[in-house]
C-alpha cells in the first residue's frame, strides 16, 4: 500500500429536476390514491425530468456541484465514474459526455450498472483504484432519468420511482475514508426487475418491469444481512454508527433494516417522501441532502446500502 492509501469524501453534490408530480397527480393518471401510495411506500412526491431535459444535464449539474463542494480544481480529477442504467446514448457512456462538459480530457471516464447499487459500486471501485496508487481524485455521478422507462399505465411501478442525480468527490489520503465496501449480486433474479433495451423489443417491454412484492422480501433480508455484515467487519457497535443512508425504495424496507441493526429511526436519513425511488442516484442524493441540511456533519461515522435490480446489493462504512 501506498502512504495515501485510503479514499475519502471531500465533497458532494446532487441535482433534483424542477418538476414535480405528486401523489395527488398521480390519482389522475392511474387508480390509486394518495393514502395508497403514502402507506405502502412512505412516497409523497417525485421530480421529473421535462421532455427537452436529458441524463447528461442532470449528470453534469450533480458533478459541480459536488466539484464545487470539495474545492478542487477539475484538473485535479483523475478518474470518472458514472452509474447508471438510463443513459439517453447506448454509446459513449455518460462518463465519456460529462468529461467533455466538464472540459476534462486524456482521463480515463467510464459508466456503471448495477442497479440501485450503483452507488455502492462506485465507491467500490474507487476505493480500489485510489488503494492502488492508479488514481488520487476519483468524481462519482450516479444519475437516473426513470421516468423516461417507466410505464405510466402500470400503478405498481410509476408511483414509486422518480429522475435525480448524486455525486461525490473521492480523494486519496492518508486516513480513512472508506473503512469498507462490500457489493455482491445474483442473476438468477433478473427476471423479478428488468426492462430490456429499446433496440430489441416493443417500447412497452422496454419499460420498467418489477414484481414488486417478491423484490420487497429479498430486499429487506439482504439489507439487514449486508447492513450487519459491515457493522461487523469493521467491530463496529451499533453506538458508534451516527448515520444510516439507505437506498430510498421503500419506507417499509428502510425500517425494517433500522430494525435488523437496533438503530433507531432518528438515525436513519430519509429523502424518499420528496425524491421517490431514484434508483442508482438515491443514496448520494439522502447523503448529499443531509450534508447540505447540516445532519450529517464532518468526523462522523456512515453506514450506507442499497439493493437493486440484478440483484445487486452493497454496503460501505465511511468515516465522512
Ligand atoms: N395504488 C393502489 N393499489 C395498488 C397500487 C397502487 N399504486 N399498486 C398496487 N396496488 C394493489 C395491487 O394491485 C394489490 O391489489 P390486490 O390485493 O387486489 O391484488 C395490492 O395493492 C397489494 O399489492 P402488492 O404489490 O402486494 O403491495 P405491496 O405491499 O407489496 O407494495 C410495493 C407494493 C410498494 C411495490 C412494494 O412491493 C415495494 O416497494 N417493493 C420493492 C421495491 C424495491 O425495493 N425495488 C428495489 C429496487 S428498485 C430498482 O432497482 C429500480
Redesign the pocket.
Given at each position: 500500500m501506498n502512504n495515501l492509501s485510503y479514499a475519502r469524501i471531500v465533497g458532494t453534490g446532487s441535482f433534483s429536476p424542477k418538476k414535480i408530480l405528486t401523489n395527488k397527480d398521480?390519482e389522475k393518471i392511474?387508480?390509486?390514491?394518495d393514502e395508497?401510495?403514502t402507506e405502502?411506500?412512505g412516497i409523497k412526491q417525485r421530480h421529473i425530468l421535462s421532455e427537452n431535459e436529458v441524463l447528461g444535464d442532470m449528470v453534469y449539474d450533480a458533478a459541480v456541484n459536488a466539484i464545487d463542494a470539495a474545492a478542487i480544481d477539475r484538473s485535479q480529477i483523475d478518474l470518472i465514474i458514472v452509474a447508471s442504467?438510463t443513459n439517453e446514448y447506448s454509446f459513449p457512456s455518460a462518463a465519456c459526455i460529462l468529461q467533455n462538459r466538464l472540459g476534462i480530457k486524456n482521463i480515463p471516464a467510464f459508466d456503471i450498472n448495477a442497479?440501485?447499487t450503483g452507488f455502492i459500486y462506485q465507491l467500490n471501485i474507487a476505493n480500489q483504484y485510489i488503494q492502488n496508487g492508479s488514481a488520487k481524485c476519483v468524481l462519482l455521478v450516479a444519475a437516473e432519468a426513470?421516468s423516461k422507462v417507466t410505464d405510466w399505465t402500470d400503478?405498481?411501478?410509476?408511483?414509486?420511482?422518480g429522475d435525480g442525480a448524486g455525486a461525490a468527490v473521492l480523494v486519496a489520503d492518508t486516513k480513512p475514508g472508506i473503512r469498507s465496501v462490500t457489493i455482491g449480486a445474483d442473476g438468477s433474479y433478473k427476471d423479478l426487475?428488468y426492462a430490456k433495451d429499446a433496440m430489441y423489443v416493443e417500447k412497452k417491454d422496454a419499460l420498467?418491469h418489477?414484481a414488486?412484492?417478491e423484490?420487497?422480501k429479498v430486499?429487506v433480508k439482504k439489507l439487514g444481512e449486508i447492513a450487519n455484515h459491515s457493522l461487523e467487519i469493521n467491530n463496529l457497535p451499533i453506538e458508534k454508527l451516527d448515520w444510516l443512508i439507505p437506498?430510498q425504495?421503500?419506507m417499509?424496507?428502510i425500517q425494517a433494516t433500522a430494525k435488523r441493526i437496533n438503530l433507531p429511526m432518528e438515525r436513519v436519513i430519509v429523502t424518499i417522501q420528496d425524491q421517490g425511488?431514484t434508483?442508482a442516484s438515491s443514496v448520494p442524493l439522502a447523503l448529499d441532502t443531509a450534508i447540505r441540511d447540516g445532519r450529517i456533519k464532518r468526523g462522523q461515522t456512515l453506514l450506507m446500502e442499497a439493493?437493486?435490480?440484478g440483484f445487486t446489493w452493497g454496503s460501505a462504512l465511511v468515516d465522512y
Open positions: 398521480l392511474v387508480d390509486t390514491s395508497w401510495i405502502r411506500s442504467a442497479g440501485c426513470l400503478r405498481g411501478t410509476c408511483v414509486l420511482f426487475l420498467v418489477m414488486g412484492s423484490v420487497f430486499a437506498h425504495a421503500n417499509r424496507i425511488n434508483s439493493f437493486g435490480a
